[in-house]
T-cell receptor
Framework: DVKVTQSSRYLVKRTGEKVFLECVQD?????MFWYRQDPGLGLRLIYF???????EKGDIPEGYSVSREKKERFSLILESASTNQTSMYLCASSLPGQSLAEAFFGQGTRLTVV | AQSVTQLGSHVSVSEGALVLLRCNYS??????LFWYVQYPNQGLQLLLKYTSAATLVKGINGFEAEFKKSETSFHLTKPSAHMSDAAEYFC????????????FGKGITLSVRP
């Protein structure tokens, strides 16, 4: 059974903290994604990685960075957490775009910044 | 550039009634289109996908969608709603390039009345 695992379901962090959200997939997928989900705004792409050490900015990269040192792991980093980064964060992985394959999602991490 | 429009944020139907959730896309190249469902406190699960093999696509749980190029639409339907269909539904588009992003609409919440 395919699996995308996010390290935490719930996190509470303080303003100004550096926050790491971890995502691991066991499907040997090249592509990995980080989204944030907010009511009424749907899923917005933060960053996208199409291979190890390769990344592209999504629609809302400001305040975030990512790391992909190994194929199976994609980390989202909040350099200095702010209250407006309180959200649900979803990680996904897929085969490359031309493979016709869908993305598989983790369960999400609900981050609260206080 | 690619985008997805899901009109309306909430649809309410009676149990046994037809479900119709609308999705219109914009893409400069032939797209891949997806419908995902999200149940409360869970990640996203694929319902169905269009990859140009057939314009009418059948998915899980009795859902289907029809790709209409002339209308740039990919509406989701189910002949008879069940209480368990209550969830949030997302339409998504992806282009066919190797490093293509996956772009989501804002989502529609489906409520099913007894």
């Amino acid at each position: 059974d395919v699996k995308v695992t996010q390290s935490s379901r719930y996190l509470v962090k303080r303003t100004g903290e550096k926050v790491f959200l971890e995502c691991v997939q066991d499907m040997d997928h090249e592509n990995m994604f980080w989204y944030r989900q907010d009511p009424g705004l749907g899923l917005r792409l933060i960053y996208f990685s199409y291979d190890v050490k390769m990344k592209e900015k999504g629609d809302i990269p400001e305040g975030y960075s990512v790391s992909r040192e190994k194929k199976e792991r994609f980390s989202l980093i909040l350099e200095s957490a702010s209250t407006n980064q309180t959200s649900m964060y979803l990680c996904a992985s897929s085969l490359p775009g031309q493979s016709l394959a869908e993305a598989f999602f983790g369960q999400g991490t609900r981050l609260t910044v206080v | 550039a690619q985008s997805v429009t899901q009109l309306g944020s909430h649809v309410s139907v009676s149990e046994g009634a037809l479900v119709l959730l609308r999705c219109n896309y914009s893409s400069s190249v032939p797209p891949y289109l997806f419908w995902y469902v999200q149940y409360p406190n869970q990640g996203l699960q694929l319902l169905l996908k269009y990859t140009s093999a057939a314009t009418l696509v059948k998915g899980i749980n009795g859902f289907e969608a029809e790709f209409k190029k002339s209308e740039t639409s990919f509406h989701l339907t189910k002949p008879s709603a069940h209480m368990s269909d209550a969830a949030e539904y997302f339409c998504a588009v992806r282009s066919t390039g190797a490093n293509s992003k996956l772009t989501f609409g804002k989502g529609i919440t489906l409520s099913v009345r007894p």
